[in-house]
């Protein structure tokens, strides 16, 4: 058996060459002889020895590269040398989607952690929008906003704001007081009500005042909105007296 084994490889010579990718020599390929189960790697320049005969089959390997077979022929073992180009390996991985087993169970599991937040007081952080606490209140709910504000630009004011001073509890906050914050034009003007019956028109507004916080300056809107409404109940209670 060694005999013929010794033999065999006497009927080969050896093919001297290179594996090359995009025109550079690659270092560490493995070339194996399929028929003879014997191998050989590229050296540090990429070139390789290995004994051969026609018809055996070498396969050139390496991690990054692809398998590439050659059969030997006449015309290689007649040139006594081969330039192998390998070719890059492409690992594509399959697309996966994970998922759990029981979606149900999966989802009720969600709901439940959801649920343990219902009731939790999240912060207001600094990017967040102001909320305007006046939009908030019932009784604004209907107001024109665009006339409101056309109302407050139009210099209904008397001049700037003093500081209202902190008052008592038992001290009561009364529609009179408005008469010296805005002007008569505003009344006349905007509200209709004759120059001669405004405070008339405010002590009306005084008895069905909704609450104390209508006159804080952050529920302007809704005041102004309190007395729209309210000027055309009081209008009509002129009319039917006339």
Request: hydrophobic share 35%.
């Amino acid at each position: 058996m060694s005999s013929m084994l010794l033999a065999q490889d006497g009927e080969r010579k050896i093919l001297r060459g290179a594996v090359v990718y995009r025109n550079v020599k690659v270092v560490g390929v493995n070339i194996v002889n399929n028929t003879t189960s014997k191998g050989a790697t590229t050296n540090g320049k990429g070139e390789f020895e290995i004994l051969v005969k026609k018809d055996d089959i070498l396969i050139f390997s390496s991690v990054q590269y692809t398998i590439k077979e050659i059969v030997i022929t006449d015309k290689i073992l007649k040139n006594n040398r081969l330039v192998v180009e390998v070719t890059e390996k492409v690992e594509e991985l399959d697309e996966v989607v994970i998922s759990p087993e029981n979606k149900e169970k999966f989802l009720d599991f969600q709901e439940k952690e959801i649920v343990k937040y219902k009731d939790y007081q999240f912060a207001d952080d600094r990017y967040s929008t102001v909320k305007n606490e006046a939009l908030g209140q019932a009784n604004f709910q209907g107001a024109n906003i665009i006339g409101l504000v056309g109302m407050l630009v139009n210099s209904i004011f008397k001049g700037g704001k003093k500081k209202e001073k902190e008052k008592a509890i038992y001290e009561r906050t009364s529609f009179n007081e408005i008469r010296y914050r805005y002007k008569d034009k505003f009344f006349t003007d905007n509200l209709g009500i004759p120059e001669d019956k405004i405070s008339a028109f405010l002590y009306f507004c005084d008895d069905k005042m909704p609450s104390e916080d209508i006159f804080l300056e952050k529920n302007e809107f809704l005041m102004i909105d309190f007395m729209v409404k309210q000027s055309k109940a009081y209008l009509k209670t002129i009319e039917s007296k006339n």
